[in-house]
């Protein structure tokens, strides 16, 4: 090994430096909307709430959520996860599964179908329209449906079950099994690594949407969470002030948006340390093949 | 096989005997596929028909170019486009590049525990739903906020950044590039990986120093990666980020913010004038289309890496 030279400590120090600018520039805004969701209304105001709370005060978290509505939207954003991401694995698992099948007659067009929706896509008005008239407006269906597969994640898992041995499979085809049980019995479960990568990137993805929700739900009790807090930022609703005094109303004006973000990103926040590298893998995985 | 079409049917024919198990599980995904991609594919001909809400979803009777000739008289849609124009532009050569120095700056690090905490970090933003950043970015800028406190320190009066058309640019593109930055290096680091020591060596040997590694050999390295990124691109050029415009402008910022696709999602669905929104939108989505072929078939001939 050659010993550094001089030039290249100084970029060593440089680069060192601008790393630690991007991570300061990217945490800052995070710490900043915590500190300002426990401060106090006059310090908010001040432009004096930087690192850390001033005038630590905990009415707006109390009023949030107390809001029933909030926990309400909450609950929809869970169960529209939920539901939206089951129906999306089902169909992905399903089609990534025959288009895997290198023998499978058609199999060309099959895959010339999907990606071609990668490039070419009906536009935000004929699919309104479309929902519209199938009667899908305000249910769970018009959220789960239209997103049903995402091509990028359906490439990934065709992928995966290509590079899975085949022998296992012919063994399991000459023992009399179908294909609907080599497929549960065999394939499945030895597809852990990838379906439990598909069910965070669609999961994630659900769990962050709102404009369909916006686009297609009308009552404020179906919204998801993200419309809830959607609606703070545009300023169409007071948010939870329902209840509070009116010298609570100035502190609620001064930080309920904080607060909201706060308690909207708290779930992500919480298990990102953990599925991150999923995260990683899975786009590697994709990026391979397509 | 002497006669092809005998032959091909009968093949079929064996194909579906052997296999319907398989083509089964296709059934249900085919129909999303008809239903939510290529039906609304086919709904765009609404753009040449009169549309009446709760009518057919393909229109009454046929108007022919009316709406576009509708849209291309029209002074707001000639702004919205040059709108999308000048964000377009401005996010690809902002937010393309900046992945790219970020990730060769991440490659220089040696402690394995420091460029993790980098990355970590760096991708946190992609995980959050596009309205709590939009939340976020609205936060940093208010008038209390910390942007405006700092400009305080050098003694600048407050700037109230939402409301001025003129900071609506920068904004986006500061907001999208502290979204995408992080995220965007993986390709790139995964594609640092792979390339062989030995090519360092060989340069090393041949008198190059740091910089000139970099340029001949770290560069080279990656350069199917940024080639295939930079086609996808230049594809969604025209498709810029409409929810987050949508999250982040308001009246007052229209005349930079107002984008086609704000534009059509306001007359559409707001005002109800589904034909015309869809002659834009249709507009938009043939131009992104012609993109990606011209920017694919250039990259092909050019550089002999394409996407197809």
């Known amino acids: 090994m050659v010993r550094p030279s001089r030039s290249y400590r100084v970029f060593q120090g440089i680069n060192g430096a601008v790393l630690t600018l991007v991570v300061i520039v990217t945490l800052y805004p995070f710490v900043n909307i915590i500190a300002r969701s426990f401060s106090g209304e006059r310090h908010i105001r001040a432009g004096e ?140 479960p030895l597809s852990k690594a990838v379906i439990a990568t598909m069910v965070l990137f669609y999961s994630v993805s659900f769990w962050n949407s709102w404009f369909g929700a916006f686009l297609y739900l009308d009552r404020t009790e179906l919204m998801p969470v993200t419309v809830y807090l959607r609606n703070l930022i545009a300023g169409a609703t007071g948010g939870g002030n329902a209840g509070a005094g009116t010298e609570q109303l100035t502190q609620v004006a001064a930080n309920i948006q904080a607060v909201t973000i706060v308690l909207t990103s708290l779930p992500i926040l919480c298990v990102y340390p953990f599925v991150q590298r999923y995260f990683v893998s899975g786009v590697m995985l994709g990026a391979v093949k397509g | 096989m002497t006669t092809p079409t005998v032959g ?207 340029w001949h050999v770290t560069l080279p390295g990656i350069r199917p990666t940024m080639i295939t990124l930079l086609i996808l691109n230049i594809g969604t050029f025209l498709a810029v980020g409409f929810e987050k415009i949508l999250l982040l402008y308001n009246p007052l910022t229209y005349p930079t913010a107002d984008v086609i696709s704000t534009y059509l999602y306001r007359t559409g669905v707001e005002s109800n004038s589904f034909s015309y929104a869809a002659a834009i939108g249709l507009f938009e989505a043939v131009i992104g289309l012609v993109l990606i072929i011209t920017a694919n078939q250039l990259s092909r001939r050019t550089v002999g890496t394409s996407l197809w």
């Open chain 2, 8 to 214: 091909a049917r009968r093949t079929w024919r064996q194909a579906l005997r052997r296999d319907w198990q398989l083509y089964s599980l296709a059934v249900l995904p085919l129909l999303f596929f008809l239903v939510f991609r290529y039906l609304p594919m086919i709904g765009n001909v609404i753009a040449f028909r009169r549309f009446e809400p709760g009518g057919s979803i393909f229109g009454e009777e046929w108007v022919g170019l009316r709406y576009v000739e509708m849209f291309l008289g029209d002074p707001t849609f000639w702004q919205v486009f040059r709108n999308t124009l000048w964000i377009g532009a401005l996010t690809l050569v902002f937010c393309f590049p900046i992945p790219i120095v970020l990730a060769l700056l991440l490659n220089e690090v040696r402690t394995r525990a420091l460029k993790r905490f980098v990355q970590s970090v760096s991708y946190l933003p992609h995980f959050l739903s596009i309205v709590i950043v939009a939340g976020i970015t609205l936060q940093m800028l208010s008038t209390d906020g910390p942007v405006n406190h700092l400009l305080g320190w050098f003694g600048h009066e407050p700037i109230r950044f939402i409301q001025e058309p003129e900071w609506f640019r920068t904004i986006y593109v500061g907001s999208e590039i502290w979204q995408t930055a992080g995220w965007g290096t993986i390709l790139y680091l995964a594609a640092l990986t792979t390339i062989d020591d030995d090519l360092y060596e060989a340069a090393r040997i041949d008198g190059a120093n740091r910089w000139q590694q970099i």
């Open chain 1, 49 to 188: 709430v930087t690192l850390w709370p001033k005038g630590f005060d905990l009415t707006t978290y109390d009023i949030v959520l107390r809001d029933a509505m909030f926990w309400r939207n909450y609950g929809n954003t869970v169960l529209y996860t939920v539901v939206s991401t089951v129906i999306a694995m089902t169909l992905t698992t399903c089609y990534a599964y025959v288009l895997s099948k290198r023998h499978l007659r058609g199999r060309g067009v099959l895959v010339g179908i999907a990606v071609f929706t990668m490039f070419f896509t009906g536009g935000l008005i004929p699919n309104y329209v479309l929902i519209t008239s199938l009667g899908l407006k305000n249910t769970v269906w018009a959220l789960a449906l239209p997103n049903a597969i995402s091509v990028f994640n359906l490439l990934v898992m065709k992928a995966f079950f290509e590079n899975l041995p085949s022998e296992l499979e012919e063994a399991a085809q000459i023992d009399g099994l179908s294909t609907y049980g080599i497929l549960a019995r065999i394939v499945l």
